[in-house]
């Protein structure tokens, strides 16, 4: 047989392949958009936040809830939106903070659940497009008047049959991996900002208690 490229070879295979072809557009279309998004939040980027408690152990909490809410970083908004429950219902500071960092955590896994079930339902496609080449080729040896097939032609159906197989696990890998590498970012990014709600609650704290000794 003579060589033949990847795409050659999938080539061979026919219509089986379409619904894997369609997965992998569409985890190369999520990975693409779920980049951006991370890389446009800029999660790596902490300076702001150490520019809000500056803000807010100089006294200047206005100063600080607009430097938190004009950050392209996501915990930015819970931060903002912490000082500002601070000023107008302290009681409802641990509601709402839990809130806004929920929907913070919820954008950032946006389609990482699509990209997860991808990676399930490739391999699955590709075994059933295995199944159905070997259902094609015993039917094709069945209605040989002959009854007999060669073995270069038994064995040529045998692999376009399992070429399905290597196809949807050649989409599942990358895309297992890319969801784990998103996960882990939205992970560290919930690490980060429960570490940003607890500094600011205590710089908030610390503020109230010096103004409380000033006016002693």
Not at 38 to 67: C, M, P, Q
Not at 99 to 117: D, I
Not at 144 to 149: E, L, N, P, V
Not at 162 to 171: E, I, R, S
């Amino acid at each position: 047989m003579k060589s033949m490229t990847i795409w050659e070879l999938f080539q061979q295979v026919g219509w089986t392949m379409v619904p894997i072809y369609l997965c992998s557009l569409f985890v190369v279309a999520v990975a693409v958009r779920k980049w951006l998004d991370f890389r446009a939040a800029a999660l790596d980027d902490t300076a702001w936040f150490e520019e809000t408690v500056r803000h807010i152990e100089a006294g200047d909490r206005s100063g600080a809830e607009r430097h938190a809410r004009e950050a392209q970083h996501p915990a930015g908004r819970v931060i903002s939106g912490l000082l500002r429950a601070a000023e107008e219902n302290p009681e409802a500071v641990d509601a709402e903070t839990q809130r806004l960092g929920l929907e913070q955590a919820a954008s950032l896994e946006k389609n990482l659940r699509p990209l997860s079930l991808t990676a399930e339902i490739a391999p699955l496609l590709g075994l059933l497009g295995t199944v159905v080449g070997m259902v094609e080729l015993f039917m094709g040896i069945e209605m040989q008047s002959s009854g007999a097939m060669g073995m270069a032609t038994l064995s040529g159906g045998i692999w376009k049959a399992l070429l399905t197989t290597a196809a949807g696990l050649t989409v599942a890998v990358p895309a297992l991996a890319v969801h784990a590498w998103f996960s882990s970012r939205v992970d560290r990014f919930k690490l980060q900002m429960t570490s940003m709600v607890q500094r600011m609650r205590y710089a908030i704290g610390v503020e109230g208690r010096v103004v409380d000794k000033a006016q002693k």
